[in-house]
T-cell receptor
Framework: NAGVTQTPKFRVLKTGQSMTLLCAQD?????MYWYRQDPGMGLRLIHY?????TTAKGEVPDGYNVSRLKKQNFLLGLESAAPSQTSVYFC???WGQGNTEAFFGQGTRLTVV | KNQVEQSPQSLIILEGKNCTLQ??????????LRWYKQDTGRGPVSLTI?????NTKSNGRYTATLDADTKQSSLHITASQLSDSASYIC?????????????FGAGTRLAVHP
């Protein structure tokens, strides 16, 4: 069982470059999320989606865009990367909210130089 | 402001010993609290969830407690193993819907030495 798969696992960008992080889940979950994890801080929600074709802003959405064209995929885009976006990015999915468990991908370590 | 504070930030113990990790939160109103284990280079994996009415719950060598009155939770690890080396993250959900209600602690980094 693949669960939640993120690509790529590592990436180095130059300031101003763009890139897209791909998240794919095979559990037929409705909800998908993008988080960033920085040293000494808890995971922070960037954007999330409650179903195919929907997206919403989280706690730290500036500088990022997302799309959910297919239920199983959730894309995170950086249009013009900045050093402040150096972080580890995690995608997660769940079938609902409330007490439901979120399943996380392995993460993407992004460095912007 | 809704916050989740975990202590200690890091902990080193010898294999076979027990340890207790703490989580204090100010999230209100409270819905549930979940403990995650995050191995180095991996995503978090859920260990257990505590709802308002639950005081203690075990999952193998992991036992979580919750005191909703004092807004405190603990994760006790018994007879630690090398594979327990990881970060343990406390996550609290507030009431009211919306995924913005999920607040993550910064985690406790546990190292188990032989």
């Amino acid at each position: 069982n693949a669960g939640v798969t993120q690509t790529p696992k590592f990436r180095v960008l130059k300031t101003g470059q763009s890139m897209t992080l791909l998240c794919a889940q095979d559990m037929n979950h409705e909800y998908m999320y993008w988080y960033r994890q920085d040293p000494g801080m808890g995971l922070r929600l960037i954007h999330y989606s409650v179903g195919e074709g929907t997206t919403a802003k989280g706690e730290v959405p500036d500088g990022y865009n997302v799309s959910r064209l297919k239920k199983q995929n959730f894309l995170l885009g950086l249009e013009s990367a900045a050093p402040s976006q150096t972080s580890v990015y995690f995608c997660a999915s769940s079938w609902g909210q409330g007490n439901t468990e979120a399943f996380f991908g392995q993460g993407t370590r992004l460095t912007v130089v | 402001k809704n916050q989740v504070e975990q202590s200690p930030q890091s902990l080193i113990i010898l294999e076979g010993k027990n340890c207790t990790l703490q989580c204090n939160y100010t999230v209100s109103p409270f819905s549930n609290l979940r403990w995650y284990k995050q191995d180095t280079g991996r995503g978090p994996v859920s260990l257990t969830i505590m709802t308002f009415s639950e005081n203690t719950k075990s999952n193998g060598r992991y036992t979580a407690t919750l005191d909703a009155d004092t807004k405190q939770s603990s994760l006790h690890i018994t007879a630690s193993q090398l594979s327990d080396s990881a970060s343990y993250i406390c996550v609290v959900r507030g009431v009211g819907g919306g995924y913005n209600k999920l607040i993550f602690g910064a985690g406790t980094r546990l190292a188990v030495h032989p």
